[in-house]
């Protein structure tokens, strides 16, 4: 067996482990922080539903819809990842509009409110309490 000299470059080897009483219920993220359940959502909705879209967005196609372009959905992902770091609640769908857009539908009981982003990349915000339109916001241009 080889044995390493000691040397000033080296530290010496630690004795005992030191407890540091870390909670280890929450995953950590690539940010190095804990992860809400919000963002978690938005994460999943992200990996598992705009991803698999952008792959193969001819998935989307019906007779009276017109797909998301890919340029649409790289638009919506970079929105899903904006709204998830300002802790914006995740949807609770993502459906694509009849005009090659991308709809963030989210429900909670009687508020209702949307997240539409055009194939043109503005963005329209409704929410809506017992079926009446309580806000209406034009968010502008989404860009690249």
């Known amino acids: 067996m080889l044995e390493t000299k000691a040397s000033p470059l080296i530290s010496s080897p630690l004795r005992e482990a030191v407890s540091t009483s870390v909670v280890t219920d929450e995953p950590i993220t690539r940010h190095y922080g804990r992860q809400s359940r919000a963002r978690e959502r938005w994460e999943a909705l992200i990996d598992y539903q705009l991803i698999e879209w952008g792959r193969n967005p001819s998935q989307l196609e019906d007779e009276d819809i017109q797909a998301p372009s890919k340029m649409t959905i790289h638009l919506a992902t970079l929105l899903a990842g904006a709204l998830s770091k300002f802790d914006f609640p995740a949807p609770t769908r993502i459906v694509p509009d009849a005009h090659g857009g ?9 508020a209702f409110e949307s997240i539409r ?3 043109g990349g503005s963005v329209e915000y409704c929410f809506f309490e017992n079926s009446r339109l309580v806000s209406h916001e034009h968010w502008g241009v989404i860009e690249d």
């Open 102 to 110: 991308i709809v963030f539908e989210r429900r909670d009981g009687n």
């Open 117 to 119: 982003l055009s194939a």
